[in-house]
């Protein structure tokens, strides 16, 4: 107990020494006796902001590391990526309905047209893309996700960001021995340039198992960008290189041929095509579906190439890739349509295998298809046969819009051909009613929809008018007979029979069958009658939805349901026959339209009313028929290139109209069309016929002159410019330079495009400073001699019916007698009133005296002037950017001598040949008013060439095309061709200059 004590004595004893000590080093170190330096402080540690991806390359690559890093980044990164981009390209077959009938698309599908989901791509590129920044660059599947991004890029279709990775791949990725590869331009291996890495392909473990560079596969990448973006020449240079390369793997080799044989089909070289798609077949690994597409294809060419033997037997290789049914159906066909051309087949025989093909189960899907062969087959040898199994076609349930689409064009070709224009076009127009945008006749059928639409129109005006005409001219109780059967029908047509359900029963072009309505009503295109969200808040559900419509139905406008059964349910019911489109009615007649009237209004009266049974009701019946067929016959040579028929029309024409105005233009397309079937005979009679009884008219002038060529066209521009200068003398009242210029157009151009204006103004000079009589004469030669003319006919006649009243006016002037009112002494107030004999009788006015003092009065009662009249307002328009609407460039003078306008004109028409020559665009004044003076450049098909060249004379016509004229003495602006009108009857030039300004943005 005792020694513990001191045991903490001492203890307590140390501690104390030791806190005293410590306290004093304390208290005393601002006075340190020998105190050693202070350390100095540690620098700050920097921070290290490169990638991990370069952090990673500069440590050691040791197996531990490397193992690692290619796990990681091939099962986290570029193994989901992958599947991703997968993803987005299942179900990109089924986006489309290929036709079987013409040459298939080399792939199923077009980049620019996938609408493929842009953020599932963009993710693809961002995993990928993560892959390479956090992840050691020497790993092995760093290549191939550079190759998933460059991808990716490319189902986007963004070309240059696509190409700019796959190069970076080539350059990046390349081999970095001197024995692998070759990186001076130019050397060779073996006579051979290689640019390919090698790949070790000896051993079965190797080419399974052994992981592969992605730069090889980024060369045939790079080439298929390069097609798509149609820069073949590089595409075929780098494909050239990789099929010479030595060490291009073989595994690549089938892909290699399959770009070849794509480059060749896309230019539509359909012969090269073949050997390269034969090697891609044999080489190639594409999936069961691709494969089938390539035999598909190559058996279309071999049909091409008339080698029907081995057409038959790629086909046969589409069936026994047992891929999808649509296409296998189709080569069964295929081998039945080129049994026909082999030696030993027979169309019979085809047609037989093809109704086999209606007994089996399997092809009950395809059944309105084969119909539709069944026709294609025997159409041209027995049109009725084919018109039979086309309408069972079309009787066929289906939901093939395609099929029907066609089923329909099918009908409309051979009435078509067999010159029914009537059937052709009801058909024609069905098959424009329901066929997609991408069908690839869609240009084909709707110009012939149109213009045979016009040609019924024509037809129909022309038995119209002859049956009214018949009706007017049969006695009049067979008249009033016939009549009240007419009334009787449209009644009936009005008011039909109850059906059995109790009501009024309709056309069955207006009801839709049973299945078109089923079709309809199918519940995938409504909302969903379970789940939480609701059909159209669901993105991914709509546009399933709508794929799954557009492959049913095709591409539909929006519109009613009840028109759309209305037009299918005319196409579908009964034996399936379009009704012809319903008249318009037009609301300006004077007499309402029969088919609006209800059935109490129809009456024979009613009726006669519309029948020619006078004079002058037949007159204007003739002429209806007369210009139904001078349009028809234009109709059947220049739009259906049917010239025979045009010249049955006009034969026609002309017996049953002699004294047709236009006479002397249907003689010479008679001669026109029968020099062109070499009817030489005929050709000449007509000839003869111009010369003879119209020497000379227009056509007379071409006859004997010929025409004016397209390719001579300094001859063109001669002649327009003597008529402009000849134009511009008579504006100056140098009438007889017009003379002198018109001599010296016909000795030196001849016949020219501006031979019926130089006629008019020669007429317009010699009534300035002739007799009356000779201008009379003058003026009505021009008439006689261009009836097809409007422009010029009509100013003619303006001017003649000027001329037959300037007598009426100067007798009228001559007894006129001036009245003076003198009731009031104040002031004599002349009233003058002259009334023309053509006018009605004046009104009986107040006295303007009284009326005027009235005005006064109240004037300066008010002691505010009279506003001034509103300046009217120029309905001036803007057309769509984007429709081919022709422009003027307008330079507008003010304050400027005759002598720099006509300078200018010269200038400019100097430089539009020089910088614009292919743009053959023309210069020429224009006085607005006596005193607005423009130059016009025209013609500018749309809005965008006129402002590109309105911006480029902006910058240099002060230097270099009118640098005598000063900028500020001159304003240039566009204007379109309806607004020129405008402007000229208008006068309107301040306005359409605040309304230029306003609306047109140049640079």
């Known amino acids: 107990m005792h020694c513990s004590n001191i045991s903490l004595l001492r203890a307590g004893v140390v501690g104390g020494m030791f806190f005293f000590a410590a306290t004093a080093t304390v208290l005393g170190q601002d006075k340190p006796a020998n105190q050693p330096p202070a350390r100095p402080e540690k620098p700050l540690k920097v921070e290290d902001r490169r990638p991990p991806s370069e952090k990673m390359a500069s440590k050691p690559y040791s197996f531990t590391r490397r193992v690692v890093q290619n796990t990681v980044t091939r099962y986290n990164y570029y193994y989901h990526a992958k599947l991703k981009l997968e993803k987005v390209l299942t179900g990109i077959n089924k986006q489309r309905q290929d036709n079987y009938n013409v040459y298939l698309p080399f792939y199923p599908f077009t980049v620019d047209k996938l609408n493929l989901d842009v953020n599932e791509l963009d993710s693809v590129v961002q995993k990928a893309s993560v892959a390479v920044q956090i992840h050691d660059p020497r790993g092995r599947w760093i290549d191939d996700s550079y190759l998933l991004i460059g991808k990716a890029y490319y189902y986007k279709g963004e070309w240059e960001a696509a190409a700019n990775t796959f190069q970076f791949i080539n350059t990046t990725f390349a081999p970095k021995k001197k024995s692998d590869y070759n990186a001076v331009v130019g050397s060779s291996q073996n006579d051979l340039l290689s640019i390919s890495s090698r790949e070790k392909e000896k051993t079965w473990y190797a080419r399974h198992f052994r992981h592969t560079s992605a730069r090889n596969d980024a060369f045939l990448w790079q080439a298929r960008t390069l097609i798509e973006q149609n820069k073949h020449d590089e595409a075929q240079s780098l494909l050239n290189i990789l099929e010479t390369d030595p060490y291009f793997p073989r595994r690549l080799d089938g892909q290699?041929?399959?770009?070849?044989?794509?480059?060749?089909?896309?230019?539509?070289?359909?012969?090269?095509?073949?050997?390269?798609l034969r090697v891609a077949l044999k080489k190639g690994h594409s999936s069961r579906d691709q494969k089938a597409r390539m035999y598909y294809i190559l058996g279309q060419l071999y049909v091409s190439q008339n080698k029907y033997d081995s057409a038959m037997t790629a086909f046969r290789d589409v069936i026994a890739a047992k891929s999808d049914a649509t296409i296998d159906f189709n080569a069964r066909v295929q081998i039945a349509k080129a049994n026909t051309k082999v030696n030993g087949g027979s169309l019979e025989e085809s047609i037989a295998a093809l109704q086999s093909m209606l007994r089996k189960e399997r092809f009950i899907p395809f059944r309105d298809a084969i119909y539709y062969n069944m026709a294609s087959l025997c159409a041209n040898e027995d049109p009725e046969r084919a018109i039979d199994f086309l309408n069972k076609s079309l009787q066929v349930e289906?939901?093939?819009?395609?099929?029907?689409?066609?089923?329909?064009?099918?009908?409309?070709?051979?009435?078509?051909?067999?010159k029914d224009y009537r059937n052709a076009q009801r058909y024609y127009d069905s098959t424009a009613s329901i066929m997609g945008p991408d069908f690839h006749d869609a240009e084909l059928v709707n110009a012939r929809k149109e213009t045979l639409g016009a040609v019924a129109e024509k037809v129909q005006t022309i038995r119209d008018e002859d049956s009214l005409q018949h009706i007017a001219g049969l006695p009049p109780a067979m008249r009033d007979t016939?009549?009240?059967?007419?009334?009787?029908?449209?009644k009936a047509a009005k008011n039909p029979p109850p059906t059995e359900g109790g009501k009024k029963g309709g056309s069955s072009a207006a009801q839709a069958p049973s299945s078109f309505i089923a079709n309809n009503n199918n519940p995938s295109f409504g909302p969903a009658s379970e789940g939480g969200e609701w059909y159209f808040y669901n993105q991914g559900s709509k546009s399933t939805g709508f794929s799954e419509f557009r492959r049913r139905w095709g591409n539909r406008a929006l519109g009613d349901n009840w028109r759309r059964s209305q037009q299918s349910g005319a196409l579908l019911a009964n034996n399936n026959a379009p009704t012809p489109p319903q008249p318009e009615v037009n609301e300006g007649k004077l007499n309402p339209s029969i088919a609006d009237l209800p059935a109490d209004s129809i009456n024979i009266s009613l009726l006669a009313s519309q029948l020619p049974d006078t004079p002058e009701k037949l007159e204007a019946s003739r002429g209806r028929q007369q210009e139904a067929y001078f349009d028809l016959g234009k109709l059947y040579n220049d739009k259906l290139d049917d010239t025979r028929e045009g010249i049955l029309t006009y034969d026609t024409l002309l017996s049953r109209f002699p004294e047709h105005p236009r006479k002397v233009e249907v003689l010479y397309s008679?001669?026109?069309?029968?020099?062109?079937?070499?009817?030489?005979?005929?050709?000449?009679?007509?000839?003869?016929?111009?010369l003879t009884q119209f020497p000379g008219t227009q056509y007379a002038s071409i006859l004997t002159y010929g025409a004016l060529s397209i390719q001579d066209k300094e001859k063109n521009k001669a002649a327009e410019n003597i008529y402009e200068s000849a134009y511009n003398a008579f504006r100056q009242g140098n009438y007889d330079t017009v003379f002198v210029l018109r001599k010296f157009s016909d000795s030196t151009v001849g016949f020219s495009p501006v031979q019926a204006k130089f006629d008019l103004l020669e007429a317009m000079a010699i009534i300035k400073t002739r007799p009356e009589d000779e201008g009379k004469a003058a003026i009505a030669s021009v008439i006689t001699k261009y009836p097809g003319e409007e422009g010029i006919l009509n100013q003619a006649k303006a001017i003649q019916e000027a001329l037959e009243r300037r007598q009426q006016v100067t007798d009228y002037l001559t007894q006129l007698e001036i009245q003076r009112d003198s009731s009031s002494?104040?002031?004599?107030?002349?009233?003058i009133r002259i009334r023309y004999p053509w006018q009605t009788p004046a009104p009986n006015l107040p006295d303007s005296l009284a009326l005027k003092a009235k005005a006064d009065s109240a004037a300066a009662a008010a002691n505010v002037p009279p506003p001034p009249p509103p300046k009217p307002v120029t309905p001036y328009q803007l057309g769509d950017e984007k429709a081919a609407i022709p422009h003027f460039v307008v330079i507008h003078f003010d304050r400027v001598s005759k002598v720099l306008i006509d300078e200018a004109v010269a200038q400019f028409s100097k430089y539009n040949s020089v910088k614009h020559a292919s743009q053959q665009l023309q210069t020429s004044m224009y006085a607005l008013t006596p005193t607005e003076i423009m130059v016009i450049v025209r013609l500018f098909p749309d809005e965008n060439k006129a402002l590109t060249y309105f911006d480029e004379v902006s910058r240099v016509a002060s230097e270099t095309i009118i640098p005598r004229i000063r900028p500020t003495d001159y304003r240039l602006f566009i204007i379109s061709r309806e607004n020129f009108i405008l402007l000229n009857n208008t006068k309107d030039l301040e306005g359409y200059r605040k309304f230029f300004g306003n609306n047109y943005i140049t640079e």
């Open 398 to 418: 289906s939901a093939n819009m395609l099929q029907k689409t066609l089923t329909f064009k099918g009908m409309a070709d051979i009435y078509y051909f067999r």
């Open 670 to 690: 008679l001669y026109a069309w029968h020099n062109k079937l070499n009817h030489n005979e005929l050709a000449a009679k007509y000839k003869n016929q111009v």
């Open 482 to 490: 016939l009549l009240a059967k007419q009334v009787a029908a449209l």
């Open 825 to 831: 002494t104040a002031q004599v107030d002349e009233n």
């Open 256 to 276: 290699l041929a399959e770009l070849q044989a794509w480059k060749f089909y896309k230019q539509g070289q359909y012969a090269e095509t073949i050997e390269p």
